[in-house]
Every structure is written in C-alpha cells, then in structure tokens.
C-alpha cells in the first residue's frame, strides 16, 4: 500500500490547465509497469495507514506548471471536457480506467464517454470514506461543451449517494439553478415516502474502523431507522448543517425534527470519540510492547468510555499492574488455561518456587490462579454481555442517603436543599432524569453518599450461568480446582465486574439525564426565541430598582432609541415622578410599557397597573407586560452593546434591551449567550461542551427558519445564519457598506470567504426585500439603459471575466448582472429555482403574483386538479421540494411564521398573592419548562408550579403549530390553583388547557 500516494498523484495530475481554465487530459509517458500496476491495484478491505497517509496537495498553485508540462495535451483542435468532483467530497482512485486510458491516448472522447468513464471508475470506491481533500478552486473549475450543456444531467435537489461523485458548474459560478432529478424508484418506494437506499448504502466505511458498525450503533441507541442514520451521517460528512437538511434534505432523513437531528449527531460524535480513543490507546500500548491479539479483540469491542477505562486499566503508564498481571509475570497463566481446557492434566504443585514470592505455597499459587482466571472473565465479552442482560431484567436500584461527614465541611442550607435525596431508592428504569442530576448535585457537595445495589439473586444467577456454560472446564475437574474456579467467579464479580456495572449504570444515567436536560434548555430556548414580535409600537422599557432608580429607555417602532431617563418610583417621590413619565408617554405617543422582572418588579408593576385603573395616562390607552432580563446586565456591559449604543450609559443600555426583548425577541436574544438567558435547568452540572453546542445550534436553526433581510440585518444576527460565522457575517457586511444593497442572491458569491458550501447552506435563508432595492435598481437599470422591469436571474445571466490569475490563489471575479429575482424574497432555495419556474408555467403564474392571494387560488385549483405526487413526478423533483416552492410562493413577503406563537401577556391591573383561593381558575404564561414541572407566571409576583404528572398529552394543544408537543416558555395557558404555601411563597396548580 506504500505506492498509494503515488497513484493517487498520478490521477491529480490527469488535471492541467489550458487557456485558463480547467480542462481533461489523458495520461501519457507513464511507464508500462506502472500501468500494470495500476490496472492490478486494487484497495483492500482495511488499510489503516492509507488514512494516514498525507494527501496530495493538488491545490497549491505553484505546482501546476509542473503538471502542465509533465501531462501533454491534446493538440488536434478537438475541445476536451473536465468532470469535476463536488468540493468536500471523498477523492475515488480511478483505477480500473488507467488501463483504458493508455490504450486510447490519440482518441479525442466526447463529454458523454467522459462522464461514463468517470462513473465507472469512481463506482467501486465511491462507499470508502478517506479524509477530505481541500481542493483549490484554481485546479478544479470545469468547462464544459457549449453543445452539450443543455443537455447534461442536471444535479438533485437532494444529496444521492449513489456511488459516483457529484457533477458541478464552474466554481466561480457554483449556481444550484438546474436541481436534478432524484432517483426514485416508483416500485419500491412510490413518491412520497421516504427515499430509502440499496442495503449496501447503510455500510459506511469511518476513517477509524472498529468491530462494531457505527450506522448500526447509532440506530440502537437513537431508536432511528438504520437508512436513515447512513444518510445522516452522509450528510453531516458533507459538512451540511441541520438548519438547511432540516428544510431541504427531508427525505433524506425520513422527516425527523431538530432535536432528532441534533441527538443523532451527538451520539455520532460519542461513538466517533471512543473510537478515536481506542486507536490512540492501541497505538500506545502497541509501543510499549504490551499489545496481544485478545487485548485488541476486546479494545476494537469498546462502545463507551468505560468500557475502553475497564479494558485498558491495567495498560496504563506508571501503573504497578493488577494483581493478575503479576500472577502473570509469575508464569501462572498456563496452568489458569489448563485449569479450563485440561484440568485432569493440571497439577498445581508443580509451580511451587520455595525461594520465589508468590510461588512459594501452594495457597499463592492457587490465588494466583484466582486471579488471572477472574481478570479473564471480567474481560470476555459474551460473559459481560450476560450480565448486563441479566441487570435489565432485574431489580437494580440507586440509593442514596446523607454523607457522614461534619457539620463544619459542608452548608446547613445545602443539607436543607437535598431533604428528599438523605433516604432515596429507586429502580434505574424508573428514575427520573432531574432526580439523578439533584444526587450527582448532592454527590459533588459532599452532602449525599450514593450507590448502586445489585441484589444478590443476580450475583447467584451469574455464577451458576458461568459455572454450568460459559466458564465450565471442558473436562472432569477434581474439588479442589472447582473450588477455585468458584472463588474467581466470586472475586471476579466482586472486585472487577460490579464495579464495572456500578460506573456504566451511573455513566449512562448521567449521560441521559444531560442530554435530556440540555434538550430541555433547547426546547425552552426555541420557544423563546420564537416569540411572536410585536412590531409597530412605540415601546417604553422599564428596568426596575430601589435605590438606584428606575431606568427607562422609549424605543421606536424601528428599535431606535429616542429617548432615556431615569426615575426614583419607590423612594417617597412616585406622585412626582408620575407626571414624567405621564409627559414621556403623551409626547412619543407610546401606549406600552415593558417592566424587567428583576429587583423591584413588584412594586414597579403596582405602580404602573395602580396610575392605569385610574385611567391617569388618559387619553392613552397603557397596557403593561412583565418580560424576563435574564442577561440584559451581562449584554448591557459587553462589547457588542458598547459598539450598538456608544456613550450610553449600561444601566439604560438594559432598559433598551428589555424593550426590544418584546419588539423583536429573536434579534435582541441573539445579542446574548444562551446560558445566561435562564430558562435552563441544572445548566451549571451538565457538559458545557455539550450546552454550548446545543444552544448555538438551537439559535442557529431559529435565525434560520424565520430568515433574516441581508440588506438591513445586523452583523450580530446574521453570524447565526447556516453555514455562515462572525468572519463571514463581518465580510458581508463590508461588502454591503462598500457596494451598496444586494440585489440578488447571486452576490453573496462575490463575497470574500463565501465559498460553494457556504452559500448552498446560507442561501435559502437569506432573503431580499424586492420593496428596498426597487429604488436602488431602477437608478443603476436607468444609467445603464435597460428599464426591463422585473427579470428572472439564471445561470444565462451571469457573465464571466477574463480571470487573474496571479501566484496566490485568488477568487474569481465574476460580473452578475444586478437584476432582481423575486424568488430572492422567498424560502426556495436557489438550487431549485428551476423547479419553481416550471411549476410556474404549469399553473400560469408569473413572478409578480408571488405571495398574492391569486398564487395562493392558482396553486390550490392546480393542487386539486394534480395532486402533489403527480405533479412532483413531472417536474422530476421530490414531494418535499415542491411543498417548499408551494410555501415560497404562496406565502406573502412579510410572512412571519413566529405569529403562530404566542404574544406577551399584556396587562392593567395585578392580582396579590393573598388574593388567591384554591380552586381560583386563572390564565398564565410559562416563564420556564424542567423535567419535574412547568413554571407558570399568574401575575402575582411568583410563579406557581404545575407538576409533571399534571401535565397530560390530552391537555395540550392539537389545533396550535408548535415545534414540540411539551409546553415551552412563553405560551398561554389556562390553570387551576391545587395549594397556597404562603410562608414558603409556593403556589401549586393543575393544567387546564393550553390557549
């Protein structure tokens, strides 16, 4: 496998350049071994050095002068064609059609035997997943024939894998407009339902290869179908993010929901990292010379980490060894395997050493035994397999009970906070997610001892099992080596196989109860998040306090700040400070005020609900609402907030932010770290590796889905957008401050940093507003003379020119006409524009009635007359595809699918705690959602709590589109009052129904 580089070489250099483009060419003065060689070649089953291997570096540019003179080109006039590989994709080493190639060097191939050639050679190894090749844009642009490209394969608008690499358009274009045909097979799978794949297309070769398959794994433990983990992981190997396979890459992935999504790919990266650190920990042990066939056999075993903990325990650098190994070192193994395969043979008494510890008595010897047979059962697979199994259908409980340690060590409050936890048992399939992160909390404190108890039936039954099956000498053995048989089985259990069971018990309970804890903190972040805006308002945000005074800041409809102040409401001074605020109202003409739920909310709230019962605004009509400034502080004094609102002062920056947090929730949240928004639960005891990741992708999938205006969005909200970042959202707004608004999305290509994947992610979820630029388009139509009107941007309108090519690598500069293209405005992904405008002329609609009730009446006669089916049939596209087109077109411009969520509670008068009686029905919002319960704020200054168990499916909302079926914070709902506590200021409630 030493010449695989070699070859792999010389298929990179089969790329030259000519009059500066890209162009094929055959393989000439190679030596007729090394033909032979390479026609032979073939890859084996599993090499795991080739990966290793450093790839070859085709995409610096001062190589290819080298490869222009060593590859001769064709010279008889006729055009030679370059099929190029999608970037990011694995490299295929067209063996099998070097032998080919050589035999038909003066032969002039057309575009179409290109194309065969290239599938067939790429077909054997398209499954093979190696490390990606960065490839240069310079060395890998195509041309292709003008008489052959209007009738090439056009691309899919789903990812095939199908085994042969994926054609593309020159990079500097890189447009998705022709959206190929996917391969459905109507037999099999009608359109429809899900696209599924061949059985060997769930096979998924991993660049480190281990004894379990990963596709198979990941399906166990996420409950999701086998095909559908294989495309998922196709998919996120070709570096796609969830928002955008979410939207357009569903039949792909069977329909599944984000947060489906999103455990997929972080159990695939669990699995990906104990495979890593499998093969570091071979390689290390393999170094020191320690490593045995069995050894590797059971590390290639490892799923989790503690597995691979347990196996390689005893390996570890400046360990004294286990007390088998030392039995070992002894030479006691051979009689521990005679004592298994030929026990009348065996006799112990031979090994004694007088002079020799450990050897000396024959009681040493037989411990010594003990302890390598006790290390051998605890390390075989099918005995661990066995145990496991057994547990699962067993009664085996987690107990924990208060630490005995002194007063002085650990916080009375702290004992108080864990008074459930000092006398807790319960069986690990019934134990709930919050209770094990409240004892993991107590454990880490010191406060609480914990265990895992195995009863000893179980124990009973494992010994029996290996003494009648597993472990059972395959000859008569005399009492004395069944008893020490007996005595490793115990040993074993004891001291190597219960400790085991004790940490993947806990391992694994931990693990769920985080992922489902950050799950949780995603779910109410999403809901959050997608708060419906109140947009049109003049809005006058209230940061509450005492000494320091209250702050205000009146924003204006557009999130201007036209005015702040502050005013001392709780200090003897509130009649006085009342005309203020009166004046502040009346002169901005603001009728709303948003009140921070921070220090003083209380009296704050009474305030304003006791001047608006007494109708003292009048003639405004005031309404009020309680909003969360969780993080208002934290963002007030960041350095976004000093670059946003310079010169103002950070109390009256939290002010604003609070007011904004109510116009538009979305872009103001964004401004802050998730984990600091407060709508978490044990945030703080859970992997910040794994919250930090889940929350960005939360954020980045809601940014996403409502989709952001490039031309007036801010650089804070954009860097959230898929397959964009800080640098990429900081270039774009360069570009924009340089050149004026974007007019189409084609510009977004001659943005620096924004290559062919980033914008087939970024593309679909940016949108231009056809309102803003009409002005700016119709100057730039006039000066150049073509007053058009409205035309469609296509592949044909795009101009290429002369390309500079210098030393370094360069973009290519390319001239897109500035015309706009409605289908900008919408949530149709370019790579579909073709699509759309067939469906178009199928339904006689035109460009201009996009989002118009007369679209809406087209599509939905056409619809009725069709059917989805049949119509994605003859447009050669998928039913998804065309469900998003139908929702692009039909929907108006300034559609806003976070008007299905609910609004903030306005109010103008409050409700004391005291006031409330048990059985009061009363209406709320959810402020927070945990595993244990729901927090829902009732307007009386603390929130009542509704237990899980009142928490029913039959009780949520059918009719109402959510993104997830549990309640999240900020829905309306409607609950009856269980117990009043109020010395401890607990209020219980029942869920009546969601609003």
Known sequence: MSSLPRRAKVQVQGVVLKDEFSSFSELSSASEEDDKEDSAWEPQKKVPRSRKQPPPKESKPKRMPQVKKNAPQISDGSEVVVVKEELNSSVAIADTALEDRKNKLNTVQTLKTAKTKRKCAAQPHAVRRTKKLKVDEETSKASYLEGESNSSETPSTSTVWGGTCKKEKNDDEFTFGQSPLKKIKTETCPQGQPVKFPANANHIKEEVEMNWDIVQVLSE???????????????????????????????????????????????????????KKVHST???????????????KAMLNCKTFEELEHVSAPYKTGSKGTKAQRARQLGLEGAARAL??????????????????????????EIGVQHILADMIAKD?????????????RHVCIQSSLAKVSSKKVNEKDVDKFLLYQHFSCNIRNIHHHQILAINRGENLKVLTVKVNISDGVKDEFCRWCIQNRWRPRSFARPELMKILRNSLNDSFKRLIYPLLCREFRAKLTSDAEKESVMMFGRNLRQLLLTSPVPGRTLMGVDPGYKHGCKLAIISPTSQILHTDVVYLHCGQGFREAEKIKMLLLNFNCSTVVIGNGTACRETEAYFADLIMKNYFAPLDVVYCIVSEAGASIYSVSPEANKEMPGLDPNLRSAVSIARRVQDPLAELVKIEPKHIGVGMYQHDVSQTLLKATLDSVVEECVSFVGVDINICSEVLLRHIAGLNANRAKNIIEWREKNGPFINREQLKKVKGLGPKSFQQCAGFIRINQDYIQTFCSQQTETSGQIQGVAVTSSADVEVTNEKQGKKKSKTVANVLLKPNPLDKTCIHPESYDIAMRFLSSIGGTLYEIGKPEMQQKINSFLEKEGMEKIAERLQTTVHTLQVIIDGLSQPESFDFRTDFDKP????????????????????????????GIFVDIGVGKSGLIPIRNVTEAKLSKTKKRRSLGLGPGERVEVQVLNIDIPRSRITLDLIRVL
């Not at 890459?249 to 972080?266: G, M, P, T, Y």
């Not at 697979?381 to 057994?390: G, M, Q």
């Open 905 to 932: 509670d306005f109010k103008r008068s409050i409700v004391c705690l005291e006031d409330l009686q048990v059985g009061t029905v009363l209406t709320g919002k959810v402020e927070n959602a945990t595993l244990f």
């Open 340 to 365: 298994l395969e030929k026990p009348g043979e065996l006799s112990l008494l031979s090994y004694i050493r007088p002079d020799v510890k450990g050897l000396s008595t024959l009681q040493d010897i």
């Open 282 to 296: 071979i390689q290390k042990i393999k170094k020191e010379g320690k490593m045995s066939e069995c050894l590797l």
């Open 381 to 393: 697979k099918d005995t661990l397999d066995f145990i496991r199994n057994l547990c699962q259908n």
């Open 221 to 275: 433990r996420t409950n999701i179908e086998p095909w559908v983990c294989a495309n998922t992981i196709r998919l996120f190997n070709d570096d796609n993010t969830i928002p955008f396979i979410i939207r357009y890459r569903k039949e792909l992935i069977n329909n599944l929901d984000a947060d489906s999504l999103r455990e997929v790919q972080q159990t695939l990266e669990e699995l990906r990292a104990v495979a």
